[in-house]
């Protein structure tokens, strides 16, 4: 129940109009202990990370220098010690002093960014310390079988979820100018507890110095997708080939009601889901319904993704149209629903708009009964 609150690193606060520098100098300092190791400065790109500057301690002491066309998200290592240390950079003069029997407590000092990614990291803190007690708290209940004092401590953490939801959305508001903000947003991208309008409006806000960066156009992407394809959203055309090759279009096979299904071979979840869809579609196929499956397989973990395709829709006993290109999560149907998991399910009425999203088991059977009986 109690996940570990990840410590995001954040900023904020206006930045001034003199004019930038061309590159950024990381001062950094250590204790004795790491002389002559090396230190990297790291950058995440999907699953790599590819090394910015890289240089030696000496006398506790070591530069990391570079340039950066827009604030982004990085990474200090240093040989031998375990864990990494985030810092935001842009183009500024910063310093940081390192201990490495507390690694985790490091800031980095001197821009702005870094001076707001520590007050947030600081309330993170706080929060994480909270997280621990409240397990603590439950794991002595469910040793004791202490049921009041487990349902005070869920309503106490459910208490503190929406709290720091609430100081998330705050600060991304007071701040639409702090590259944070953004890193803020995209963790929050799938909270389904924020209305999509909230989140639109916390982006719209955003500057365009925001808007620009790295995040901030991931954002800008998701923002557009979820957008197309919130409730009360017409969804447009798409279509890829059926399991024999032939090219299927969603306007092709609408009915009164259109179930589109996210779905794929691989996923546990979905397979489980599949025998109420075979329930539903049986249940009200003869009163107007149709579903449209797109699968997602194509995961380089498949030695042949059509085949699994194939032998799980036998398996499953999946009568309706299928549909996919095989291409895992770079499916353009995929990023067209900014599909970030799956299964993953949208409910259409005749003329194409979305009615309803999410549901699963018995939600969706209840969904279909209302739209069409």
Known sequence: MFKKIALLGLVALAFSCAKEKDGFTLDASFNEAVNGKAVKLLKAEGQKQVVI????????????EGAVTAPDLYFIAIETVRGNIPVILENEDMTVSIDTDSIFNTRVQGSKEN???NTYQSYMMGLQKKNQ??????RTAQQTKDSVLALDVQNR???MVDENMAHDIEFMKSNNDAFVSALILERHLGNKNIPFEDKKEIYDNFTTRIKDTRVGKTLGE?????????VGSVVENFSAPNPEGKTVALNDIKGKVTIIDFWAAWCGPCRKENPNLVKVYN??????LEILGVSLDGT???KDAKAEWIAAIEKDGLAWHQISNLNYFEDPIVKQFNIRAIPATYVLDADGKIVASGLR????EDKIGELLN
């Open 115 to 117: 001076d707001a990614f």
């Open 361 to 364: 088991g018995q939600a969706l």
């Open 283 to 288: 249940q009200y196929h003869d009163k107007g």
């Open 222 to 230: 998701a923002i557009e997708a979820e957008g197309a394809t919130a």
């Open 133 to 138: 007690s409240l397990s603590q708290e439950f």
């Open 53 to 64: 500057d890289s240089t030696v301690i000496t006398e506790g002491k070591a530069l990391l």
């Open 300 to 302: 380089p973990r498949q």
């Open 157 to 159: 953490y459910k208490t």
